[in-house]
């Protein structure tokens, strides 16, 4: 049945990392355990955990409830692409390469054919990934879901990308236009350090995909 089990990357939580090492654990941890049930340190890992398990929920709930006329996707731009991919030649080495860019709008629970993964690439003789270049890229994706009357988006908590008036200003331009028939367009941002999505299931595809090619 073509299934396959997956660790979810290799990136740990700065926050919490920062918490279990803090110096502010009066005595130290041992065995991953504080013997201070007043542990300031503590108290703020438990915060921020559970934060992320709320914001969790909550995209898994929005995920799978959606309703018809509603769309929901993750929003997320790949590392940056180094084009050509020519690994193994020793020229390649030396050539100046193009730098491309891949913001990925993948749909958050079933996968239906009315809301398939929207990908908008671009390379850098074009544009960059400054704020107006990604909200950019979402208001292409917004014009690719027009018909949809309500549209969510679950972002990382990148300021320069996804935190920005650049962005909010672009959106509410864009839902009192006529190219859309969206009446309501809301951003949800998961906890830092927990922000894996299914745009970053999409990318490793995608990396995957582009590994194979270049063999």
């Known amino acids: 049945m073509n299934i396959s089990f997956a660790k979810l990357g290799e990136e740990e939580c700065d926050v919490c990392a920062a918490l279990k090492n803090s110096p502010d654990h009066v005595p130290p941890i041992v065995d991953d355990k504080c013997s201070n049930e007043r542990c300031q340190a503590c108290l703020n890992l438990a915060a921020h955990l559970e934060q992320a398990k709320r914001s969790r929920e909550a995209y898994k709930n ?27 030649f020793k020229a390649a080495c030396f050539t100046r390469r193009l ?99 299914s745009a970053d299931s999409f990318h490793a595809r995608t990396e995957k995909e582009m590994k194979r090619r270049c063999v």
């Open 62 to 88: 929005d995920g799978e409830s959606v309703k018809p006329g509603t769309i929901v996707r993750s929003a997320d731009l790949q590392r940056v692409v180094m084009l050509p991919r020519l690994p193994g």
């Open 99 to 197: 730098v491309g860019f891949h913001q990925t709008f993948a749909p958050v629970g079933s996968y239906t054919t009315s809301n398939k993964v929207e990908s908008v690439v671009w390379h850098e003789g074009t544009n960059g990934r400054k704020c107006e270049d990604i909200a950019s890229a979402v208001m292409m994706a917004l014009e690719k879901d027009r018909d949809f009357k309500t549209v969510l988006f679950y972002m990382d908590n990148c300021t320069g990308q996804n935190k920005n008036y650049a962005l909010y200003t672009a959106i509410i331009d864009k839902v009192n236009s006529a190219n859309i028939q969206a009446d309501s367009i809301t951003l949800k941002y998961l906890q830092a350090g927990h922000t894996f999505m």
